[in-house]
């Protein structure tokens, strides 16, 4: 779906620039319209924008839906692309690296050996060594 993500993009900046334009010509029409019966200009736009911005909902119901449509597929996509980063943060595997079968391991072991700590890292609710353990300097004389 990446090929046709900017394709998508493209597609969704046309049929929302599309319906808007629609919407708002629709509500100059209407403006238009009222002031040539005789109604003054503010009150024919006021009355345009409170009628015309629903019925531009139901007249272009069709350019409504694919626009709908088109924001659902991108915020679908977003969402799915702040899972894969947020699982990257805390260190899970991927989407495409869960893919390969558990199998083909090269490595042979579990993963809790402990070999892939870092170093420096204890592990969770090991004890603290000493400061006499780890070569540290307390500042007190041993007598």
């Known amino acids: 779906m990446n090929a046709s993500a900017p394709a998508t993009q ?7 620039t599309l319906y808007l334009l629609a919407r708002f010509a629709l509500v100059a029409v209407l403006a ?13 736009l006021i009355v345009a924008l409170v009628v015309g911005l629903p019925l531009g909902m139901l007249l272009f119901k069709g350019l409504n839906a ?32 869960a893919e ?8 042979g072991d579990s993963g809790d050996s402990g070999d892939a700590a870092e ?6 609710g090991a004890p603290e060594p000493d400061a006499a353990e780890s ?9």
């Open 10 to 16: 493209q597609h969704l900046a046309r049929d929302l």
């Open 66 to 97: 694919r626009v709908t449509a088109a924001l659902a597929a991108r915020n679908e996509n977003r969402a799915r692309k702040r899972a894969q980063l947020r699982a990257e943060l805390r260190g899970e595997r991927g989407p495409e690296d």
């Open 100 to 107: 390969e079968p558990q199998g083909t391991e090269d490595s």
């Open 32 to 44: 238009a319209l009222l002031v040539l019966v005789g109604v003054p200009l503010l009150v024919a």
């Open 119 to 124: 170093p420096g890292a204890e592990e969770p």
């Open 135 to 143: 070569g540290k300097d307390t500042g007190k004389a041993a007598e």
